[in-house]
């Protein structure tokens, strides 16, 4: 079955760190763009930051550039979202998600689960 | 920044037609992408470049694009199409996804 899977979402401070991890099976992670899509509880959806399936391009969105890094691990089949300085308006569940064409201007056909993640004291 | 509008909620009896539009400057030279999201789950893509629907998706989606505002059409609708449905664009001067704020659709 092809599928996206994320984990390490947690509680956390504010002003602390966490790394999102996006783990794929049933496809080759390493022949896709990757995206990682927000949603803080009760609302719409919120996209974050992509990279291109040879790193080649990586994209934020203006809410968390210079906080978040996104990395791949081709080799692993996974994707990385290190988050630094970690806000409460960060609090959401993070989906991964992976385009469906060769570029970004392509829709996601595949989404994970979800993680949640907590910034609060 | 681009901007994508769309109306919170549409209301539509079983077995009519749903459309949901979504507004954005010069959306018709954009491909639009429509997800359907049911509380709790992750969305699920239901139209991609503004018309096409990927596999395992019913006939009765269906979607345009033209001017300043594209539509989701959901044909004889059921009660098991009550979601929230955001449509998508890759604004290219920004290099930025966008989505719309969502729309929830309730089946009466």
């Known amino acids: 079955e092809v599928q996206l899977v994320e984990s390490g979402g947690g509680l956390v401070k504010p002003g602390g760190s966490l790394r999102l991890s996006c783990a794929a099976s049933g496809f080759t992670l390493s022949s896709y763009n990757i995206n990682w899509v927000r949603q803080a509880p009760g609302k719409g959806l919120e996209w974050g930051s992509s990279i291109s399936s040879s790193s080649s391009y990586i994209y934020y969105a203006d809410s968390v550039k210079g906080r978040f890094t996104i990395s791949r691990d081709n080799a692993r089949n996974s994707l990385y979202l290190q988050m630094n300085s970690l806000r409460a308006e960060d609090t959401a569940v993070y989906y991964c998600?992976?385009?469906?064409?060769?570029?970004?201007?392509?829709?996601?056909?595949?989404w994970g689960q979800g993680t949640m993640v907590t910034v609060s004291s | 920044s681009y901007v994508l509008t769309q109306p919170p909620s549409v209301s539509v009896a079983p077995g009519q037609t749903a459309r949901i539009p979504c507004g954005g400057n010069n959306i018709g030279s954009k491909s639009v992408h429509w997800y359907q999201q049911k509380p709790g789950q992750a969305p699920v893509l239901v139209v991609y470049?503004?018309?096409d629907r990927p596999s395992g998706i019913p006939e009765r989606f269906s979607g345009s694009n033209s001017g300043n505002t594209a539509t989701l059409t959901i044909s004889r609708v059921e009660a098991g199409d009550e979601a929230d449905y955001y449509c998508q664009v890759w604004d290219s001067s920004g290099h930025h996804v966008v989505f719309g704020g969502g729309t929830k659709l309730t089946v009466l």
């Open positions: 998600a992976r385009g469906a064409g060769a570029t970004p201007v392509d829709g996601f056909d595949i």
């Open positions: 470049d503004d018309s």
